[in-house]
């Protein structure tokens, strides 16, 4: 209980908390919606916008906010015409986006921090304003939900039936993506670029075979999130270790615990 005496830690706290709730339900949509690769390119891609935030003196919520969601609308514009070719140009965004980050700061007079914070995490950095942002998305995000869930769950199961009804479905299916960018950013702070989509999915693929409704498994993503979250930032506190990395390593023991349950429950 020591470590809730420092703000650093009690910042980490609940930033991890937010993210977890917002990355559980953005997950689940995304896994439902078989966009875990569009997400993926997203966050590499979002590394531009922090490259762009470090040269122009931005924040780097903001600078990586609008390069991920620029990127997101590219995205779903091009998928929308061409999904036959949807790999191709999201490895070409996800390239571009990378290197034009890392030029950037490059290009940035005297700039010496440490990127691997960018790429794996820096939780225990989270400031008061970073907590505000993140806030605010996670309102946002059960803002849309509250609203539109009949609308998105119409669009995530059945898109031809949709459309018939008259729902908006790409306008339901591009909003998906620009959530799913907002999320990308704020968990980066949390688990870094590299380890986002596991934050986002690994609760999620354990969620989706517990519950039947998609309400349900956002709820039961988002608190799953939250635990591997907290349980994996004591033990980065405990024994030293990179939070980021930890926290993606005790989503997978939990996944692998909840695969074994099930494979003996079968069995038995």
Known sequence: MEILHYTFMQNALIAGLLVSLAAGIIGSLIVVNRMVFLAGG?????YGGIGMAIYFGWPIFLGASLFAMGAALLIAWFTLRQRHRTDSFIGLVWAVG?????IFVDLTPGYNVDLMSYLFGSILAVSRSD??????LLLGILFVIHHWYREILAVSYDSGYAALRGIPTKAIYTLILLLASLTVVVAIKVVGLILVIALMTIPTYIAERSTRTLY???LLSGVLAAIFTLIGLWL???????SGATIILTAAAGLGIHTLYRTIRVRS
Not at 131 to 136: A, K, N, S, V
Not at 236 to 242: M, N, V, W
Request: charged share 10%; glycine share 12%; hydrophobic share 55%.
């Open 42 to 46: 997203i966050a590499h891609s979002s």
């Open 131 to 136: 907590l505000w942002f993140m806030g605010i």
């Open 236 to 242: 980065s506190y405990r024994y030293d270790l990179t």
């Open 216 to 218: 349900g498994m956002m």
């Open 98 to 102: 990378m290197a034009v980050g890392v």
